[in-house]
């Protein structure tokens, strides 16, 4: 059986979540814990609706979870936006984590978008 690991979306959703965790501790002041746990948690939710979705085990909720990931993963764009515009993060660290956004959307946008979409190994 296939795992979820095999999946470009998982892989990019768990890159994309690696990345906000590592720069959101690097970031930590006590002005910024509000702003920067919500990023920790869109984040995780990114990567969580893909594997929970994948679960599942049918085309329809797998598509359903996608476009939560979808959702969430434009909320720690927002985010990401406002901490940098606050200084609670660098630019350089915000561009990192930009780019990782802008390929995890585009990853998960493909693959929601996809006709094939449907789980290998269905239960």
Known sequence: MRSYRSLGAWQCAHKLALLVLR????SYRPQSAALLSQLR????SV???VVEGYALGTAPLFRRH???ALGSAAEVECLVNLATDLKYLNVRDA?????S???TIGV???LARSRRLGHPNPP
């Open 108 to 110: 998960l946008y493909g």
């Open 41 to 44: 948690r869109a984040a995780i």
């Open 47 to 49: 990567e969580a609706n």
């Open 95 to 99: 561009e990192v984590l930009f780019k």
């Open 66 to 68: 996608l476009r939560i």
């Open 101 to 103: 956004i802008d390929e």
């Open 23 to 26: 720069v959101a501790d690097q």
